[in-house]
């Protein structure tokens, strides 16, 4: 049984690893920049957010090109791979209708080339820390954990999201409204304390939130991320993800009729 259940894992890898690499050709096909093209967005970002809140409205938060930086990254992996996972049931049509196919690991393997892209772009990270004079201290090791909370948050998501686009194909251009709006409710620009306290509660029901501040204490102030916001997260989203794995597999028995 165990033997079984060993082969199963390695091949379930051998497939994740096999489609995040095919991900990656496609998206950078006859590039001239390849996956350069990542870095151009959220650095363009930077200049717009440090142009408005540095020399316009004079934000005063220590670190500012880091702080909006480390945003702007968890926050692109984290809406990208949502989106994409969305529509990856309707976009992949051969595979899917191809007998045998395990279909529930396509939407990890979009988050997992998300994560990718996210690690490719931490040297241009560090190097923004070391011009603010950030070195990695003891609490940097905490990053791996947080980067494994917000894969298994977005791939809770992604399951969920992916199933439902099948049937409602209006999912995935709803849920680029929502991200605009989600961008505004994440303090990836401006500072958490702006946000008044009889707000706050309701503010962090948005997962990104304590997860972004959790990499922000780890990478800017040197210290273990929050556990007492971060907790919550990981509680629901433990009990989240096998429901929403469950949901998704047994929708998963109509995609070949409803795509």
Known sequence: MLFILDRRIVHYYDLMRVLV???????????????????INPLLQLLVFLFIFRTILKVDIPHYTSYVF????????FSKATLQATGIIIGN????RQPGFPVSVLPP???????????LALPVLAGFLLMDGLL????????PVLMLIQFLVTVTISYLLA???????????????????????TPIFYSIDRI????????????????????????????????????????????????????????????????
């Open 196 to 259: 008044p306290a009889d707000l706050r509660p309701f503010y962090e029901l948005n997962p990104m939130v304590p997860i972004l501040m959790g990499y922000r204490s780890v990478l800017l102030d040197g210290q273990s991320p929050q556990w007492t916001s971060l907790l919550p997260v990981v509680v629901i989203i433990s009990a989240l993800l096998p429901l929403c794995f469950l949901l998704f597999r047994h929708q998963s028995r109509r995609f070949v009729e409803e795509i």
């Open 93 to 96: 049509r051969p595979l899917i």
């Open 136 to 143: 990695p201290g003891p609490a940097f090791f905490w990053l």
């Open 70 to 77: 480390t945003g702007l990254l968890v926050w692109q992996w």
């Open 21 to 39: 690499d095919r991900e990656m050709k496609l998206l950078y096909k006859r590039s001239a920049l390849g996956v350069l093209w990542t870095m």
């Open 163 to 185: 199933g439902v686009n099948v049937a409602f194909r209006d999912t995935q251009n709803a849920l680029a409204v929502l991200l605009q709006v989600m961008f505004y409710m």
């Open 109 to 119: 393997a979009v988050v997992m080339t998300g994560m990718l892209h996210f690690v």
